[in-house]
T-cell receptor, first 114, second 111 residues
Framework: DGGITQSPKYLFRKEGQNVTLSCEQN?????MYWYRQDPGQGLRLIYY???????QKGDIAEGYSVSREKKESFPLTVTSAQKNPTAFYLCASTDREGRRNEQFFGPGTRLTVL | LAKTTQPISMDSYEGQEVNITCSHN???????ITWYQQFPSQGPRFIIQGYKTKVTNEVASLFIPADRKSSTLSLPRVSLSDTAVYYCLVRDAGNNRKLIWGLGTSLAVNP
C-alpha cells in the first residue's frame, strides 16, 4: 500500500534534548512538508521541501531542522532551541507544487516534553 | 497577503445538510481550492477540491463563485461519523504562492 508513515506515534523528551521525528513516503512524491498542530488550532508550516537536497523554511522554523537526502524521507529534528515543542507533528507530501494542492498526510507524532 | 476565514464551530443533527463557508481573498489565480477533514489525533484527509463553479464527489460538494473569494463545502445528510474539523486550503496570490490553511471549523453532529 502506498502512503506516508511517521514514527514514533508518541515521543517523550526531556528538556534540553534534541529529538528526530521520522517521515517516509512511498508515493514517489516530490514535495514534502512538516506541520505543527497545537490543541484546538490549525496547521502551521515548519519546513517544506520541493526536491531532494533542497528545503525552505515555513512560518515557524526556529528551533527545528530538516534534511532531504532521499526523495522518500524527510526527517524533522526538534532541537533544544525550540522553547515550546510539545505539540502534534504532521508530515505531508504532494505530487508536485502544482495547481492542485492535494496533500497526503501521515498519522502524526505527538511529542511531549517532560 | 491571502487570508482565510471559517466559522470556528457548527452544530447539526443527523440527516441534515451542512454547509461550511471559507472566505479567502488574494488567492492564487490558477490554483485549486481544497478541503480537508480531520479527526482527533489523526492527519487531515482530503475531501474535495475545485477551481470554479460546482464540484461533486461521493462524499461532498464544493461551490465556488466566479470571483473565487469564497468556497462552500456541502455535506449532504450528515451522520455522527462526520463529526470532525474541516479545513480549507488555498495558495497566496503572492508570497511565492504560499500555502494558506484555514483555522478549521469544528462540526458536531448530534443524534
Amino acid at each position: 500500500d502506498g502512503g506516508i508513515t511517521q514514527s514514533p506515534k508518541y515521543l517523550f523528551r526531556k528538556e534540553g534534548q534534541n529529538v528526530t521525528l521520522s517521515c517516509e513516503q512511498n508515493l514517489n512524491h516530490d514535495a514534502m512538508y512538516w506541520y505543527r498542530q497545537d490543541p484546538g488550532q490549525g496547521l502551521r508550516l515548519i519546513y517544506y521541501s520541493q526536491i531532494v537536497n533542497d528545503f525552505q523554511k515555513g512560518d515557524i522554523a526556529e528551533g527545528y531542522s530538516v534534511s532531504r537526502e532521499k526523495k522518500e524521507s524527510f526527517p524533522l529534528t526538534v532541537t533544544s532551541a525550540q522553547k515550546n515543542p510539545t505539540a502534534f507533528y504532521l508530515c505531508a507530501s504532494t505530487d508536485r507544487e502544482g495547481r492542485r494542492n492535494e496533500q497526503f498526510f501521515g498519522p502524526g507524532t505527538r511529542l511531549t516534553v517532560l | 497577503l491571502a487570508k482565510t476565514t471559517q466559522p470556528i464551530s457548527m452544530d447539526s443533527y443527523e440527516g441534515q445538510e451542512v454547509n461550511i463557508t471559507c472566505s479567502h481573498n488574494n488567492i492564487a489565480t490558477n490554483d485549486y481550492i481544497t478541503w480537508y477533514q480531520q479527526f482527533p489525533s489523526q492527519g487531515p484527509r482530503f475531501i474535495i477540491q475545485g477551481y470554479k463553479t460546482k464540484v461533486t464527489n461521493e462524499v461532498a460538494s464544493l461551490f465556488i463563485p466566479a470571483d473565487r473569494k469564497s468556497s462552500t463545502l456541502s455535506l449532504p445528510r450528515v451522520s455522527l461519523s462526520d463529526t470532525a474539523v474541516y479545513y480549507c486550503l488555498v495558495r497566496d496570490a503572492g508570497n511565492n504562492r504560499k500555502l494558506i490553511w484555514g483555522l478549521g471549523t469544528s462540526l458536531a453532529v448530534n443524534p
